[in-house]
Nanobody
Framework: QVQLVESGGGLVQSGDSLRLSCVAS????????MAWFRQAPGKEREFVAA????????YYGDSVKGRFAISKDNAKSTVYLEMNSLKPEDTAVYYC???????????????????WGPGTQVTVSS
């Protein structure tokens, strides 16, 4: 059984940095695509970043490219999202997701992921 638990959210100021963590149990980390999504109030869930299974290649949403970085520590079964130069528009609940069977063309589609964490709130003040 896959379980994902996010942590590291909080209230920060514009321009600050924050690192989110996602501890994944029941996941063979190299065979699962691991991803981060976010959802702001009244908006759809948005793709943030992903680590593609087996290759470890990283992908980013256009709004975070160059500012955020996804990485993983296999020994700790943990995926990280390093967020730099945070902006008020980054305010959202951030979710960790995992799936072993994605095809590349569906990577940014939240409904394709079978496993989700409960989320962690990130608030960026101006």
């Amino acid at each position: 059984q896959v379980q994902l638990v996010e942590s590291g959210g909080g209230l920060v100021q514009s321009g600050d940095s924050l690192r989110l963590s996602c501890v994944a149990s029941g996941v063979t980390s190299t065979s699962y695509t691991m991803a981060w999504f976010r959802q702001a109030p009244g908006k759809e869930r948005e793709f943030v970043a992903a680590l593609w299974r087996n290759t470890g290649r990283t992908y980013y949403g256009d709004s975070v490219k160059g500012r955020f970085a996804i990485s993983k520590d296999n020994a700790k079964s943990t995926v990280y999202l390093e967020m730099n130069s945070l902006k008020p528009e980054d305010t959202a609940v951030y979710y960790c997701a995992a799936d072993p069977n994605l095809i590349l063309s569906t990577m940014t589609t939240s409904r394709q992921y079978k496993n989700w964490g409960p989320g962690t709130q990130v608030t960026v003040s101006s």
